[in-house]
């Protein structure tokens, strides 16, 4: 899958979610308890954080960490190693030498 549409479709599901976390004055139908989507909205939150900081990346801009929020780098190479083996070596590592790469 294209990391942008990753990007798509954890942004559409984070504004489905977060009015689920509401308890009292949430009006429309309930898909998920309040807990249950809190802890789906964080973990959506850590995702989209770490692919942002990615894909800029992979444009060739630089890698910007978030100075007041969690960044795991075990999670970044993890997730960098999967996109490298879907998309190809020339174009991640391209991007790492400061090239503009194609956008993923």
Do not use: W
Request: aromatic share 8%; proline share 4%; hydrophobic share 35%.
């Amino acid at each position: 899958m294209n990391i942008i549409e990753s990007i798509k479709i954890l942004a559409e599901e984070q504004k489905s979610l977060k009015p689920q976390r509401k308890t009292v004055f949430f009006t429309g139908e309930r898909k998920l308890t309040p807990y249950q989507a809190q802890i789906k909205v964080e973990r959506n939150r850590f995702k989209l954080r770490h692919l942002h900081i990615l894909l800029n990346e992979i444009r060739g801009r630089d890698k910007v960490l978030p100075t007041k929020s969690y960044f795991d780098e075990e999670y970044y190479d993890k997730l960098k190693c999967t996109l490298t083996e879907e998309i190809g070596d020339s174009k991640v590592s391209s991007a790492d030498a400061g090239v503009n790469a194609p956008v993923v």
